[in-house]
Nanobody, 115 residues
Framework: VQLVESGGGLVQPGGSLRLSCAAS????????MSWVRQAPGKGLEWLSE????????RYADSVKGRFTISRDNAKNTLYLQMNSLKPEDTAVYYC?????????WGKGTLVTVSS
């Protein structure tokens, strides 16, 4: 199992970014996928989840209405569209999958929201 996040960077408050997570080593289309973040000096925060088919999504209250999770099963890729970004969204963002009872994580991509 391999997960590789990309798309992070520096963005001004109110701006947008789209994160991607390229998945390999498992049958991507049948597994639920999640996004999780870790802000500097803080613990892990679950953000969003999407089922294998892409039709069912859940969000944390902190990002509901601003972030959108999606997936392209033909490309084995998970996305997180982030709009109306706030300084408190600054964090390393990870995608995650539970495969055969084990959680697999990518190495993360850093998002910095600052003017």
């Amino acid at each position: 199992v391999q997960l590789v996040e990309s798309g992070g960077g520096l963005v001004q408050p109110g701006g947008s970014l789209r994160l991607s997570c390229a998945a390999s080593g498992f049958t991507f289309s049948i597994y639920d996928m999640s996004w999780v973040r870790q802000a500097p000096g803080k613990g892990l925060e679950w953000l969003s989840e999407i089922n294998g088919g892409g039709g069912i999504t859940r969000y944390a209250d902190s990002v509901k209405g601003r972030f959108t999770i999606s997936r392209d099963n033909a490309k084995n890729t998970l996305y997180l569209q982030m709009n109306s970004l706030k300084p408190e969204d600054t964090a390393v963002y990870y995608c995650k999958v539970r495969f055969n009872g084990v959680d697999y994580w990518g190495k993360g991509t850093l998002v910095t929201v600052s003017s």
